[in-house]
């Protein structure tokens, strides 16, 4: 039975195929989908120019959500679905594949790693920054580092109840706007790291193919999809505060990724086959991980950190229309899974 159920042979693949026009496809889709990425990923950005699209006005806010679904969605409703059917393919082996669930288990393994990752590369960042800043003996070292201002904190606490806390506000405000940046850029850096790898899959798989009738729908849909996933990490990127050449450089990447998979993809299509044993099970394992991170991003970074915002807790309004947002998004993206 298994093996009857089995579509492993190369030649299923090409049945009913025009490589000429498959061929036509793909060069459409390299060019729709870079234009769609690249204006996506840059329209947050250029968006800051705009007062009302600002990451301290309320529609930023509806925007990062709807991203934020988006997000969401490509993970559960197109990565983790992928990352499954690979794994489980009859065309693998029943050991060590068909006795473990291995892409759920590698989807919690790469958010715990996210996490991970996030927590330590946040604390290192925090701790050589602020170090550098902290006096290290005595009151004159600290007026050396901090200048007047510490120095007028030492002593004046002496004498004025009141210096101490005055000193001290800006302090602390200036000390948690910095370890909220560090955290924002970490979290762009590993969000694009994990939308950077699914698309060079599916970008792969989709230069790969000879089939027109299967790339035709796949062209509409994975450039909605890019949009929409550019939006998402554009917004992350935006509030990142990164100099212009580290922002131009995470565009380009994001923007390239897929049209350079599809190229890849082109390139191989002779020798790759999609459902030789080899592929399915690094293009499955590659899947779950990359579904994991996104599962986190968006749940954790994304939502976790802008519904508990005191500005979105004390407006109601905002509360719904976020929320609103954030299930759009996520309608969005999932009814592209009726094509891709």
């Known amino acids: ?62 925007i990062k959500a709807f ?29 060590p594949w068909g006795v473990f669930p291995f892409s759920g288990f590698l989807a919690m393994v790469s958010a715990i790693a996210t996490m991970m990752i996030e927590t330590f590369a946040s604390s290192f960042y925090k701790n050589s920054h602020f170090n550098k800043a902290l006096p290290v003996n005595g009151d004159e070292e600290m007026a050396g580092d ?34 909220n940046l560090i955290r924002q850029r970490i979290v762009s850096q590993v969000l694009e790291l994990g939308i950077v790898v699914h698309s060079v899959i599916i970008g792969m798989a989709l230069g790969a193919s000879q089939s027109a009738k299967t ?44 049209p350079m998979g599809i190229g890849l993809g082109m390139g191989v299509s002779k020798v790759y086959d999609e459902n030789s044993p080899k592929a399915l099970a690094v293009g499955g ?4 991980l990359s579904a994991g991170i996104l599962i986190y991003m968006s749940l954790v970074d994304l939502l976790g950190v802008d519904l508990t915002n005191p500005i979105m807790q004390s407006n109601i309004k905002l509360q719904l229309g976020s929320n609103l947002s954030l299930l759009f998004g996520a309608a969005s993206m999932s009814l592209l899974a009726k094509w891709f």
């Open 1 to 62: 039975m298994v093996s009857a159920g089995c579509t492993c042979d190369d030649e299923l693949r090409h049945d009913a195929s025009n490589r000429t026009k498959a061929l036509k496809y793909k060069f459409v889709a390299i060019a729709s989908i870079l234009v769609a990425g690249a204006l996506g990923v840059s329209l947050p950005i250029l968006a800051k120019k705009i007062p009302a699209f600002r990451p301290e006005n309320n529609i930023f806010f509806l």
């Open 146 to 179: 901090h200048g007047g201002h510490v120095h007028v904190h030492t002593h004046a606490s002496h004498g004025h109840g009141h210096g101490h806390g005055s000193a001290m506000v800006p302090q602390h405000s200036e000390s948690s706007s910095d370890h």
């Open 215 to 258: 790339i035709k729908p796949l062209v509409a849909a994975l450039t909605f999809h890019q949009f929409f996933e550019g939006m998402g990490l554009g917004s992350c990127i935006s509030q990142a505060k990164f100099k212009s050449r580290a922002i131009a450089m995470m565009l380009v990447l994001f923007s390239l990724t897929t």
């Open 67 to 95: 991203a934020a679904g988006v997000i969401l969605a490509t993970a559960f409703v197109h990565i983790l679905p992928d990352g499954y059917e690979s794994l489980s393919s009859p065309c693998l082996s029943e050991k």
């Open 285 to 288: 394992i590659f899947n779950s």
